[in-house]
T-cell receptor, first 115, second 116 residues
Framework: DAGVIQSPRHEVTEMGQEVTLRCKPISGHDYLFWYRQTMMRGLELLIYFNNNVPIDDSGMPEDRFSAKMPNASFSTLKIQPSEPRDSAVYFC?????????????FGPGTRLTVT | AQSVTQPDIHITVSEGASLELRCNYSYGATPYLFWYVQSPGQGLQLLLKYFSGDTLVQGIKGFEAEFKRSQSSFNLRKPSVHWSDAAEYFCAVGTGYTGTASKLTFGTGTRLQVTL
């Protein structure tokens, strides 16, 4: 398997623009996670899905953030409108079994810069 | 809620020297504990995990960690560091619950530099 795939790897956008980050989990994994990593706050869980259904979105910072998982092989994280403080590395991860016990496999991340 | 503290932001060791990275957690019951490693520009990779049983856990790449309940610690060790071990290391804790209570909480990380 190719592992967790994220696109784009880098995104630079202007404040106010819509940003969409994409993730393809490992085939057969039932859980998908979105994390944000910043110097100030470290690694934070934003939301996670089980069988395409959002289970916990309490980490989503505000209404500007939304995440979807229309099928088992694809998820998006959207920020609309984007702000400079959204600049971070966004990771997608997937696991075969339920957290926290099962290993989460991380993608390479999307580095977002909002100017 | 659970929390994790990694008191060392940055550690430098010489190649071949031993390594210990500290991790302290806060959680009322027996936690699920993990160590992940992140190489520059990469995602996180699991090194090892502890759920129950033997408190000394062996992981990949020659790493081990010891769970000490009395000290609320889960320190990561390696007897002889290689230059390729230079990376950022994250300790994480999770509960044994499922559903919304099952999130992992990560520490702020320790950056390891290895000198030749």
């Amino acid at each position: 398997d190719a592992g967790v795939i994220q696109s784009p790897r880098h995104e630079v956008t202007e404040m106010g623009q819509e940003v969409t980050l994409r993730c393809k989990p490992i085939s057969g994994h039932d859980y998908l996670f979105w994390y944000r990593q910043t110097m100030m706050r470290g690694l934070e869980l934003l939301i996670y899905f089980n069988n395409n259904v959002p289970i916990d979105d309490s980490g989503m910072p505000e209404d500007r953030f939304s995440a979807k998982m229309p099928n088992a092989s694809f998820s998006t994280l959207k920020i609309q409108p984007s702000e400079p403080r959204d600049s971070a590395v966004y990771f997608c991860a997937s696991s075969l079994d339920s957290p926290p016990g099962d290993e989460q496999y991380f993608g390479p991340g999307t580095r977002l810069t909002v100017t | 809620a659970q929390s994790v503290t990694q008191p060392d932001i940055h550690i430098t060791v010489s190649e071949g020297a031993s390594l210990e990275l500290r991790c302290n957690y806060s959680y009322g019951a027996t936690p699920y504990l993990f160590w992940y490693v992140q190489s520059p520009g990469q995602g996180l990779q699991l090194l090892l995990k502890y759920f129950s049983g033997d408190t000394l856990v062996q992981g990949i790449k020659g790493f081990e960690a010891e769970f000490k309940r009395s000290q609320s610690s889960f320190n990561l060790r390696k007897p002889s560091v290689h230059w390729s071990d230079a990376a950022e290391y994250f300790c994480a804790v999770g509960t044994g619950y499922t559903g919304t209570a099952s999130k992992l909480t990560f520490g702020t990380g320790t950056r390891l530099q290895v000198t030749l």
